[in-house]
């Protein structure tokens, strides 16, 4: 079958795929070990046996709903190609707001910069690319999650960047930041949204959260301020429909200037406070 026909019977297949073309695509490039483009220009050319088998293989495993960053082991994200994993969640667009929002932090020349709950190392990874002078620690508590985090750095040869296991501050005793950041879970455990696409093949640990989402939110608030500098702040991203839950519960816990930052699609999805120190 030629590259044309096996992208038009793929996406034929992928009905329930919001993106079934760009998926079939994007799978069969990984296939074929080129870039999507190449596959416009060789349209004509014919795969091979193995090529077909492995692609139409994938095509299965997605039709089930299996992630496309799964299917190929990696993702992009401000670009830089990530490798992934069913340990860790998704990179995803929206929490690169995350890293332009602690990038607007981090004017100093040099500082200290921690990411908590790292998963591939996305945040940590994005910051260290942008801030060489600064020193960025991420932190998680899966032991799959920190060697992954650790083989995405040395293949991006990012050396200002180092990756703990960690119970959150569990492992970073003493120690104090200019800049923390988390995206932690948010998730209330009875969301629908659970049971819905990409979400449904990732490590549930990593989106849901007592108390309606907030527990682990809440429990950041708390415990952050021993692990900040003067003036330091704290960015979280949560859920679309949190930002004013979790602005009081920065206020409560002593943070001033608490501020909230829009997502891509408009929501206030970003919330920070500065530790006065």
């Given at each position: 079958?030629?590259?044309?026909?096996?992208?038009?019977?793929?996406?034929?297949?992928?009905?329930?795929?919001?993106?079934?073309?760009?998926?079939?695509?994007?799978?069969?490039?990984?296939?074929?070990?080129?870039?999507?483009?190449?596959?416009?220009?060789?349209?004509?050319?014919?795969?091979?046996?193995?090529?077909?088998?492995?692609f139409d293989a994938l095509i299965e495993r997605?039709?089930?709903?299996?992630?496309?960053?799964?299917?190929?082991?990696?993702?992009?994200?401000?670009?830089?190609?990530?490798?992934?994993?069913?340990?860790?969640l998704i990179p995803r667009p929206d929490t690169?707001?995350?890293?332009?929002?602690?990038?607007?932090?981090?004017?100093?020349?040099?500082?200290?910069?921690?990411?908590?709950?790292?998963?591939?190392?996305?945040?940590?990874?994005?910051?260290?690319?942008?801030?060489?002078?600064?020193?960025?620690?991420?932190?998680?508590?899966?032991?799959?999650?920190?060697?992954?985090?650790?083989?995405?750095?040395?293949?991006?040869?990012?050396?200002?960047?180092?990756?703990?296991?960690?119970?959150?501050?569990?492992?970073?005793?003493?120690?104090?930041?200019?800049?923390?950041?988390?995206?932690?879970?948010?998730?209330?455990?009875?969301?629908?949204?659970?049971?819905?696409?990409?979400?449904?093949?990732?490590?549930?640990?990593?989106?849901?959260?007592?108390?309606?989402?907030?527990?682990?939110?809440?429990?950041?608030?708390?415990?952050?301020?021993?692990?900040?500098?003067?003036?330091?702040?704290?960015?979280?991203?949560?859920?679309?429909?949190?930002?004013?839950?979790?602005?009081?519960?920065?206020?409560?816990?002593?943070?001033?200037?608490?501020?909230?930052?829009?997502?891509?699609?408009?929501?206030?999805?970003?919330?920070?406070?500065?530790?006065?120190?």
């Amino acid at each position: 079958m030629t590259i044309d026909g096996a992208l038009r019977e793929a996406t034929g297949r992928l009905l329930e795929s919001p993106t079934p073309r760009l998926d079939a695509e994007v799978l069969l490039a990984h296939v074929c070990e080129h870039s999507r483009t190449w596959l416009y220009t060789w349209s004509d050319r014919a795969l091979t046996a193995d090529q077909f088998a492995c692609f139409d293989a994938l095509i299965e495993r997605r039709s089930e709903g299996w992630p496309v960053a799964y299917l190929t082991g990696s993702r992009e994200f401000w670009g830089l190609d990530l490798q992934t994993s069913p340990a860790t969640l998704i990179p995803r667009p929206d929490t690169e707001r995350l890293v332009e929002v602690a990038l607007e932090s981090a004017s100093a020349v040099s500082g200290k910069l921690l990411d908590l709950g790292t998963g591939t190392g996305a945040v940590a990874l994005a910051l260290a690319s942008e801030r060489r002078d600064w020193q960025v620690t991420g932190v998680d508590l899966a032991p799959e999650a920190v060697t992954l985090a650790q083989s995405n750095a040395r293949k991006l040869a990012i050396s200002n960047v180092n990756f703990l296991l960690s119970d959150w501050f569990s492992a970073l005793s003493g120690r104090r930041f200019d800049i923390i950041v988390a995206n932690p879970p948010y998730i209330a455990d009875d969301d629908p949204h659970l049971t819905r696409d990409d979400v449904r093949f990732e490590p549930r640990s990593a989106l849901v959260a007592e108390a309606a989402g907030l527990s682990d939110l809440a429990w950041l608030a708390r415990h952050a301020p021993s692990h900040l500098e003067p003036e330091g702040w704290l960015w979280l991203e949560h859920g679309y429909a949190q930002a004013g839950q979790v602005q009081d519960i920065l206020v409560r816990c002593g943070f001033v200037s608490v501020v909230s930052r829009q997502d891509l699609a408009g929501h206030e999805r970003i919330t920070g406070g500065q530790w006065p120190g």
